[in-house]
């Protein structure tokens, strides 16, 4: 098949890519289209093409809370980068391109003078991946510093919401995939310099000391109030158990890490015995916080 894009300027087309390389997981089989894109006419034309030519599309942001198939995804993937990944300020209000980086994010504010977005110090990927998902830490989430945001519809519309038309609830939103979000208007506050730097430095040294590295899509199942998913999961002497190359964390029993050539899977495989374990030992059925695209 031709590629249908192939006469859009502002993006780049990798075809057949593996997804492996664009998920922390370092999971994930091929997508017929990657389409990176890197300005608003741009994605107008990647939308429509994509319509016209009814092509599945899924937008990634940094690929931390995706599981993807084995089988990879037929249709199109669309990636943010260019005037996605800028930010300014209006008075007190900063708007951020959906496509910047967490870390990119908290370096600028903090260099301004603005904090109160600290929690998310360590979290990888970007500020559209958090808010469609509400990620959070430290009993802060996005639903505190996010006023509103632009959109564009799977119909081709721009729209803007608010706080509250986001129906920000624990790790998710009302946000329908499909939807892409374009920048975020953000309230932060004003906060001296070295206060913001102690406390991301706090919160990096807090995950350190709790968290495992290697390749994952962090915690992946959500908490059930009043319990901590992890300490659940370590309580039913799951810590270590693996599926092929897939293990569950030694270090934190809500991590699944990825010890090299796992595949989606033996990660799943893994979840299942992690669910039904919890439900039978504990009666608590656990949601999955990662989601799976296929
Ligand atoms: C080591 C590690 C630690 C983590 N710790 C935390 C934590 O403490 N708290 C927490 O909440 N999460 C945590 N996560 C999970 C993850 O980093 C967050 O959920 C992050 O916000 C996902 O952002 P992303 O850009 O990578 O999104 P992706 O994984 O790329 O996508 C996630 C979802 O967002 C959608 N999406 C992405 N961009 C857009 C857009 N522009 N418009 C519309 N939809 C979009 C995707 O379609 C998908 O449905 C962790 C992950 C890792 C690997």
Do not use: W
Not at 1 to 11: K, L, T
């Amino acid at each position: 098949m031709i590629n249908p894009f192939r006469s859009i300027a502002g993006i780049e087309v990798l075809v057949n890519e593996p997804l492996s390389k664009h998920t922390s997981f370092h999971i994930g089989g091929k997508t017929r289209y990657f389409v990176k894109v890197y300005s608003h006419r741009a994605l107008n034309k990647v939308i429509s093409t994509i319509k016209r030519q009814r092509i599945e599309y899924y937008v990634i942001g940094g690929g931390t809370n995706v599981l993807v198939s084995d089988e990879g995804f037929p249709g199109a993937i669309i990636k943010l980068y260019g005037i996605f990944r800028t930010m300014k300020r209006t008075g007190d209000i900063v708007h951020c391109g959906s496509g910047f980086l967490i870390e990119h994010f908290l370096q600028k504010a903090k260099a301004l003078g603005y904090g109160g977005a600290e929690f998310l110090a360590g979290i990888p990927g970007t500020i559209g991946g958090a808010i469609k998902g509400n990620a959070g830490a430290f009993g802060k989430s996005m639903a505190d510093i996010v006023m509103g945001i632009t959109v564009l519809t799977d119909q081709c519309v721009v729209s803007r919401f608010s706080n509250k038309e986001i129906e920000f609830g624990y790790r998710q939103t009302e946000i329908r995939d499909g939807v892409l979000i374009l920048s975020a208007e953000l309230k932060l506050i004003h906060r001296k310099q070295r206060d913001i730097v102690s406390d991301i430095r706090n919160n990096l040294a807090y995950r350190r000391q709790r968290q495992p590295t290697g390749y994952s899509a962090g915690s992946y199942f959500k908490n059930i109030k009043p319990y901590a998913t992890g300490k659940l999961i370590e309580d039913c002497g799951l810590r270590g158990l693996s599926v092929g190359d897939a293990e569950i964390s030694r270090k934190h029993g809500n991590f699944i890490i990825n010890r090299g050539h796992a595949k989606a899977s033996d990660v799943l495989k893994l979840a299942n015995i992690i669910k039904k374990r919890v439900k039978n030992t504990k009666g608590i059925l656990l949601k999955e916080e990662v989601r799976l695209l296929k």
